[in-house]
């Protein structure tokens, strides 16, 4: 019998599954976010490809717990069949198919054809190996070779890796997708193979900026006490709702409504003293905290108030860690916290500085950047448009989980062009 082709043995994986649930639980502490709740579900139906991320060599275990009614059959590198015979019997016990990574054959496609012929789950993790010192690899095809033979369902699959007993792991399952709805798989070329490829890391991305928005995005009640006094602030602004008669711009037209769900950093220009105000009234629906300078909270009762009303002081003469800290945990609750990264009220139309604090919170806070950019009317009876950018992932712009100081300088350089495109927006607009 050949490496491929060798069957699970199915008593070791039902004993495997039913011993395993609850250590599974207390280490793993699994939580399950959806893409779409209302139609999904863990219970994968008929056959279909469990496309997954790597974080770590107990992806597997996860997986194969998680999904209890399933046999997730994995595709496995050869090297992890080496290491002894009674673990290289354990893996092909469990439903691992054998790829050899070094000579290129296509056993493996085969195999995994014959099981989602017979209704079965075959598992991929298409970046073939563990990341290497935070950096990750890209898709290799062997996916797409499969997919491309069948009519089986892709089901994408996010896990953060955050696996440890003083840790909770976070999976986020994804919709369906259907290659040949997207693309001829019909004798397909290199090239062509190649696409679908980068399409189906697009759609990991777009799952993983999911899962970070819903976790983010947190449970927060309508009415409670400890928010009062916010709640009481945004209460006395709603008159500006008419004062300004907000005209609201997008980037991307698509995103209408999008932008602001879970954390967020808003980042803006800087014109006035209007400008908090302003924006509140443009996103008068969420508890928005503002990142506040020092000169402001200093002051007694300008202090106190401002502090009621959500904002954060941070001393901009010093490197102010707490401030940073407070912020980012904001963010974590899935709160907005507004910034202006120009460091103060800047007159000035054009913007051509920023400074990188706002970067590092988001970093930190793994949340999108929002730019927004906005110009006090000439009168006061005139009103007030804003256009809003499209949001900045900077986790996707950095080369290691610590991001360097080109990649900071990178991550300035977009961030500033963004602003800029709002900016070009807005002079374009009536």
Request: glycine share 6%.
């Amino acid at each position: 019998m050949s490496k491929t082709n060798r069957k699970p043995n199915y008593l070791l994986l039902g004993f495997t599954k039913l011993t395993g649930w609850l250590p599974t639980w207390v280490f793993f502490k699994p939580k399950l976010y959806y893409e779409n709740k209302k139609k999904q579900s863990r219970n994968i139906r008929g056959a279909a490809i469990l496309m997954s991320n790597h974080t770590s060599l107990l992806d597997f275990v996860l997986y194969l717990l998680l999904f209890w009614d399933r046999v997730p059959r994995f595709l496995m590198a050869e090297v992890l069949f080496t290491k002894n015979k009674i673990f290289t019997w354990l893996l092909y016990s469990l439903g691992g198919i054998y790829v050899n990574r070094e000579n290129v054959g296509f056993g493996f496609v085969s195999k995994s054809l014959e099981i989602l012929d017979k209704g079965g789950l075959v598992g991929v993790f298409p970046q073939g190996r563990l990341p290497v010192e935070g950096k990750t690899f890209p898709y290799k095809p062997g996916i797409v070779l499969i997919a491309s033979r069948t009519k089986a369902p892709i089901i994408p699959v996010y896990t953060d890796g955050n696996y440890g007993l003083k840790k909770r792991a976070h999976v986020m399952i994804g919709e369906p997708i259907y290659l040949h709805d997207h693309f001829d798989c019909t004798d397909a070329s290199k090239e062509e193979i190649q696409q679908m490829t980068d399409f189906l890391s697009g759609k990991m991305d777009a799952l993983k900026h999911e899962l970070e928005r819903q976790m983010t995005q947190g449970s927060h009640p309508a009415v409670h006490p400890k928010h009062l006094p916010m709640d009481m602030a945004r209460f006395c602004l709603l008159p500006t709702q008419i004062k300004y008669r907000t005209r609201k711009y997008y980037l991307d037209p698509e995103a209408k409504g999008k932008h602001l769900k879970g954390g967020a950093l808003i980042v803006s220009n800087h014109t006035s003293f209007e400008d908090p105000i302003f924006i509140n009234s443009l996103f008068w629906y969420r508890r928005l905290y503002f990142l506040t300078g020092e000169v402001l909270m200093d002051k007694k009762l300008w202090g106190r108030l401002l502090k009621w009303a959500g904002c954060i002081r941070i001393d901009r003469n010093i490197s102010d860690i707490e401030s940073i800290r407070t912020c980012v945990n904001k963010l974590k609750q899935g709160y907005p916290l507004v910034m202006f990264p120009q460091g103060g009220i800047k007159r000035e139309q054009d913007v051509e500085e920023i400074k990188t604090g706002a970067i590092l919170i988001a970093l930190q806070a793994k949340v999108p950047i929002l730019p927004i950019y906005s110009e006090k009317p000439k009168k006061w009876y005139q009103r007030r448009k804003a256009v809003i950018g499209e949001p900045l992932f900077c986790s996707e712009h950095c080369s290691k989980k610590m991001p360097s100081m080109a990649d900071m300088e990178h991550l300035s350089k977009l961030l500033l062009e963004q602003i800029q495109a709002c900016e070009k927006e807005y002079w374009a607009k009536p």
